[in-house]
């Protein structure tokens, strides 16, 4: 009993560290990297263009050749391998993989293999190599941007091309909203935890969780009231603000120029 609830611990524990690092890592975006050093709208122009390549080609060779480029910008920015990857290859690729895998056996074409009498076409194989490909290539750069770019000046980025002000606000308050909560769901995991002991009857548990879940929501309802108000008394508008404009050097523009060069000459 006490080695299943120490599980139990170590996987919630290890849940909530995993998202707070995956949202709230400004650590990279601080760091002294070839990324961070660029103009935040010109590195977000630049993303876009190779997520639009990537999106656009039919090549496997090339989505894999923009996969190993943002791998190479990652190393460049001094954002960790492995910290990178764990955070690229869970959730949405591994979900794409399930997506893809009914392809394999109901696109029509030549027939590659039989598997317990399922056909694999060798165009159903290719279709579902270069969505998966696809995928990641796209997921690398998105999550990329946002550890190598400060969460109020992408904000900013957004405004600036004309995002709607709703959809920025909305982003705003998730970022701060999100942290508070998660905090919530530690600390009432550890108010339970010092209220019940270690060894709880799973039926008594079963009221305890359920209970706690309803308390969560009224909790979470509440706060985001609070949040809400506390930024508008703090003179929040709705619009992000950063301390430093943005300058566009010529290192800036040469980047730009060579991106589009050389998504021009991939597509």
Same mark, same amino acid.
């Given at each position: 009993?006490?080695?299943?609830?120490?599980?139990?611990?170590?996987?919630?524990?290890?849940?909530?560290?995993?998202?707070?690092?995956?949202?709230?890592?400004?650590?990279?975006?601080?760091?002294?990297?070839?990324?961070?050093?660029?103009?935040?709208?010109?590195?977000?122009?630049?993303?876009?263009?190779?997520?639009?390549?990537?999106?656009?080609?039919?090549?496997?060779?090339?989505?894999?050749?923009?996969?190993?480029?943002?791998?190479?910008?990652?190393?460049?920015?001094?954002?960790?391998?492995?910290?990178?990857?764990?955070?690229?290859?869970?959730?949405?690729? #591994?979900?794409?993989?399930?997506?893809?895998?009914? +392809?394999?056996?109901?696109?029509? !074409?030549?027939? *590659?293999?039989?598997? &317990? /009498?399922?056909?694999?076409?060798?165009?159903?194989?290719?279709?579902?190599?270069?969505?998966?490909?696809?995928?990641?290539?796209?997921?690398?750069?998105?999550?990329?941007?946002?550890?190598?770019?400060?969460?109020?000046?992408?904000?900013?980025?957004?405004?600036?091309?004309?995002?709607?002000?709703?959809?920025?606000?909305?982003?705003?308050?998730?970022?701060?909203?999100?942290?508070?909560? #998660?905090?919530?769901?530690?600390?009432?995991?550890? +108010?339970?935890?010092?209220?019940? !002991?270690?060894? *709880?009857?799973?039926? &008594? /548990?079963?009221?305890?969780?359920?209970?706690?879940?309803?308390?969560?929501?009224?909790?979470?309802?509440?706060?985001?009231?609070?949040?809400?108000?506390?930024?508008?008394?703090?003179?929040?508008?709705?619009?992000?603000?950063?301390?430093?404009?943005?300058?566009?050097?010529?290192?800036?523009?040469?980047?730009?120029?060579?991106?589009?060069?050389?998504?021009?000459?991939?597509?």
């Amino acid at each position: 009993m006490l080695k299943k609830n120490n599980f139990i611990e170590r996987s919630i524990t290890g849940v909530l560290s995993f998202l707070k690092e995956s949202i709230f890592a400004d650590e990279y975006a601080a760091k002294k990297g070839f990324l961070q050093s660029l103009d935040p709208r010109i590195k977000t122009i630049t993303f876009v263009l190779f997520i639009l390549a990537i999106l656009l080609t039919k090549s496997i060779a090339v989505s894999l050749g923009l996969y190993a480029v943002c791998l190479i910008l990652t190393f460049f920015s001094n954002v960790h391998l492995g910290f990178f990857l764990k955070r690229t290859w869970i959730f949405i690729p #591994i979900f794409s993989l399930f997506i893809a895998i009914p +392809a394999l056996f109901i696109t029509p !074409g030549e027939a *590659l293999f039989s598997l &317990k /009498g399922l056909v694999v076409t060798r165009q159903g194989l290719f279709g579902a190599v270069l969505f998966v490909s696809r995928v990641i290539a796209s997921v690398s750069y998105a999550v990329l941007l946002s550890l190598t770019t400060k969460h109020f000046a992408l904000l900013k980025v957004l405004r600036i091309f004309r995002i709607p002000q709703v959809f920025v606000m909305v982003l705003c308050m998730c970022y701060r909203y999100i942290y508070l909560f #998660i905090e919530g769901i530690e600390n009432t995991y550890l +108010a339970i935890k010092s209220r019940t !002991g270690i060894r *709880l009857h799973y039926k &008594k /548990g079963q009221h305890i969780v359920a209970g706690t879940i309803s308390s969560l929501w009224q909790r979470s309802y509440y706060l985001n009231e609070a949040v809400y108000k506390a930024m508008l008394s703090r003179g929040y508008t709705g619009e992000p603000i950063i301390l430093d404009d943005f300058k566009a050097k010529l290192r800036d523009w040469l980047w730009l120029f060579l991106v589009v060069i050389f998504c021009i000459r991939l597509l």
